[in-house]
């Protein structure tokens, strides 16, 4: 009852991008592998894949899953894995920005038309600056999903987070993770105001709960209820340019 979600999850992430590779990439099932961490995050990006596949009418049982151990950049096992797989032309990826870059930079050259997609979880900025040190090829049309709009498009939230940003926090950089933070702060600020003066937790959680369409400008309106404590289930596509700057892609 007291736990309440902004945003869509990293199941509904990989979920949307595996259904942009195969509707609008036009990629076959058999050729989309998914390199994840040994843990829940990476389970629950699998999960996402699964599903989508088993949405798609294709079976989620041969599905490559290609791992590396949490908290370390060990990707060798997974590079060796991929390399006896000829049909691969795309990979999921569930990982942290460090193991996403290794693994990138040691599979590029010998799958240069490769298609990399990750989870908003990578840290959108720590993985362009990574991939950026390495090289222009290393990060053009790399891909990752966002659940709040592109920092650098002009939807009314994200004009209003960048004003709040160059206010309280000059010189810093517009990410997609503080933005996100925006967001959720601002969710929280609309229950307030609805709540008023007179506030305590469960008249709070009465009018989270009693939400509905709210828009905040982000091009999305988001609700809750009862049974449904997650506002948005909407995903964004973003890719690196040869420049490393992420530049909004349609995913449907």
């Known amino acids: 009852r007291y736990v309440f979600n902004y945003r869509a999850s990293y199941a509904e992430e990989t979920d949307a991008v595996v259904h ?16 994840a961490q040994q843990d829940a995050y990476g389970d629950a990006g699998f999960a996402g894949v ?13 599905i490559l899953r290609l791992a590396y151990k949490r908290n370390t950049v060990d990707v060798d ?6 390399k006896t797989q000829k049909a691969i032309k795309a990979v999921v990826m569930v990982a942290t920005y460090r193991a996403a870059a290794k693994f990138i930079e040691k599979t590029r050259d010998a799958y240069p038309g490769m298609i990399y997609t990750n989870v908003s979880f990578v840290g959108s900025t720590a993985l ?8 222009p ?10 659940v709040v709009p592109a920092v650098g498009g002009y939807s009314s939230m994200v004009l209003e987070y960048k004003n ?5 926090f000059p010189g810093e950089a517009p990410d997609y993770v503080s933005l996100e933070g925006y967001v959720a702060a601002n969710v929280l600020i609309q229950a307030l105001k ?31 209820g009862r049974a449904e404590h997650q506002a948005s289930h909407k995903i964004w596509g973003t890719a690196l340019d040869e ?6 892609i349609e995913l449907e």
């Open 164 to 168: 709040a940003l160059a206010k309280y």
């Open 194 to 224: 609805r709540t008023g003066p007179q506030l305590d937790t469960e008249r709070l959680i009465d009018n989270l709960e009693s939400m509905r369409n709210l828009d905040l400008g982000l091009g999305t309106p988001l609700s809750f």
């Open 128 to 135: 362009a600056e990574e991939l950026q040190l390495l090289g």
């Open 137 to 146: 090829r290393f990060a053009n049309g790399v891909i990752v999903t966002q």
């Open 20 to 35: 942009y590779l195969i509707k609008l990439r036009r990629l076959q099932p058999r050729q989309i592998a998914v390199f």
């Open 243 to 248: 420049t490393g700057k992420y530049q909004p």
């Open 77 to 82: 096992e997974a590079v060796n894995q991929l």
């Open 50 to 62: 699964a599903k989508a596949f088993r949405s798609l009418g294709a079976s989620d049982s041969a």
